[in-house]
């Protein structure tokens, strides 16, 4: 859902969702433009060059939701790497005071590039600066690009850094290929891009409570927009509103054994917690894929699985530097 008020919280950081209604305190940014699906390290450093050209400006990020291609393409499956909060705090954890999120509907999408330039960027938030990927594209039908961006933005005296991609052994860093890591079973791969364990946050839904009769009660939270990795187990570690942390071991599925339902979910298991989550915001972060889902014989042989999948998980999260979920 696209939110309808123009500004909103989020821990020391404001979201604006207006450009039409900027505070003056965040006018005259250096702002970042991008999607940030993930806010990986090729995000980081936009983020850090938009900085380094204006240390004494508001630092800001520009972007939008929903993604793009969730409103070109709605029936996709869905992708996203982090939702509007998640990536929030992935961007204040860089130094970002002020986020312009702005809704990508009918209207924004026919917006042409020009329009976008002196409309948004120049008279809706007065940017002194802005940094961008070299890929970054905007207004209707993608019309504008860097060399436009460019031309403009220096017609109107506002600095422009092109940041080059960040590069590995395997080419560019980008959030499509967090995505295929993920997908093909590799969290501690997508870590590396990312910076970070990648997690899933939401809400902790109601389940069968099976869990909890056979010794391992699990937190269930649901997909919802989020891309669903490899379907199997994982060590993973689980950060609680209150910032406190715990180790466990997860399933990502729909749980062949007892009752194959039509959705996959994720169902967390956390070692040494005793307690109620229930309708509580948590992040569950991937760590390692342990092995794939299968279907077992009956809930004895799942349970004796199930206790070492746990045993596997502690021990490698013992042997991690630091855990961060």
């Given at each position: 859902?696209?939110p309808?008020?123009?500004?909103?919280t989020?821990g020391?950081?404001?979201?604006?969702t207006?450009?039409?209604?900027?505070?003056?305190?965040?006018?005259?940014?250096?702002?970042?433009?991008?999607?940030?699906?993930?806010?990986?390290?090729?995000?980081?450093?936009?983020?850090?060059?938009a900085?380094?050209?204006?240390?004494?400006?508001?630092?800001?990020?520009?972007?939008?939701?929903?993604?793009?291609?969730?409103?070109?393409?709605?029936?996709?499956p869905?992708?996203?790497?982090?939702?509007?909060?998640?990536?929030?705090?992935?961007?204040?954890r860089?130094g970002?005071?002020?986020?312009?999120?702005?809704?990508?509907?009918?209207?924004?999408?026919?917006m042409?590039?020009e329009?976008?330039?002196?409309?948004?960027?120049?008279?809706?938030?007065?940017?002194?600066?802005?940094?961008?990927?070299?890929?970054?594209?905007?207004?209707?039908?993608?019309?504008?690009?860097?060399?436009?961006?460019?031309?403009?933005?220096?017609?109107?005296g506002i600095?422009?850094?092109?940041v080059?991609?960040?590069?590995?052994?395997?080419?560019?860093?980008?959030?499509t290929?967090i995505?295929r890591?993920l997908?093909?079973?590799?969290?501690?791969?997508?870590a590396?891009?990312?910076?970070?364990?990648?997690?899933?946050?939401?809400?902790?839904?109601?389940?069968?409570?099976?869990?909890?009769?056979?010794?391992?009660p699990?937190?269930?939270?649901?997909?919802?927009?989020?891309?669903?990795?490899?379907?199997?187990?994982?060590?993973?570690?689980?950060?609680?509103?209150d910032?406190?942390?715990y180790?466990?071991?997860?399933?990502?599925?729909?749980?062949?054994?007892?009752?194959?339902?039509?959705?996959s979910?994720?169902e967390?298991?956390?070692?040494?917690?005793?307690?109620?989550?229930?309708?509580?915001?948590?992040?569950?972060?991937?760590?390692?894929?342990?092995?794939?889902?299968?279907?077992?014989?009956?809930?004895?042989?799942?349970?004796g699985?199930?206790?070492?999948?746990?045993?596997?998980?502690?021990?490698?999260?013992?042997?991690?530097?630091?855990?961060?979920?």
């Amino acid at each position: 859902m696209i939110p309808t008020q123009p500004s909103r919280t989020n821990g020391g950081m404001r979201i604006i969702t207006d450009w039409r209604h900027i505070p003056p305190e965040a006018r005259g940014a250096s702002v970042a433009l991008g999607n940030f699906d993930g806010v990986h390290l090729g995000h980081e450093a936009v983020i850090r060059a938009a900085h380094a050209a204006r240390p004494t400006a508001p630092l800001m990020a520009l972007t939008f939701e929903p993604h793009p291609r969730e409103f070109f393409r709605p029936y996709d499956p869905p992708f996203r790497l982090t939702l509007s909060a998640e990536r929030a705090d992935a961007l204040a954890r860089l130094g970002v005071t002020w986020v312009v999120e702005l809704a990508f509907d009918e209207a924004f999408s026919l917006m042409e590039a020009e329009e976008f330039i002196s409309g948004v960027l120049l008279a809706g938030l007065d940017a002194k600066h802005l940094a961008c990927g070299a890929d970054f594209a905007f207004g209707h039908r993608r019309g504008g690009d860097i060399t436009l961006l460019s031309t403009r933005s220096e017609a109107l005296g506002i600095g422009l850094t092109i940041v080059p991609p960040v590069m590995d052994a395997e080419g560019p860093l980008s959030s499509t290929r967090i995505r295929r890591l993920l997908q093909d079973g590799y969290p501690e791969r997508a870590a590396q891009l990312l910076g970070r364990p990648w997690g899933i946050r939401g809400i902790v839904s109601h389940g069968d409570k099976r869990g909890r009769t056979i010794g391992f009660p699990t937190a269930n939270i649901p997909f919802g927009r989020h891309l669903e990795p490899a379907r199997g187990v994982y060590a993973v570690t689980a950060r609680l509103p209150d910032g406190t942390e715990y180790p466990g071991v997860a399933n990502i599925g729909r749980r062949p054994t007892v009752n194959e339902g039509p959705e996959s979910r994720l169902e967390a298991h956390l070692f040494d917690f005793s307690g109620d989550l229930y309708d509580q915001d948590i992040t569950v972060s991937l760590h390692a894929f342990l092995r794939a889902e299968r279907k077992f014989a009956g809930l004895d042989d799942l349970r004796g699985q199930i206790a070492q999948d746990a045993t596997e998980a502690r021990k490698l999260l013992d042997q991690l530097p630091a855990r961060q979920a």
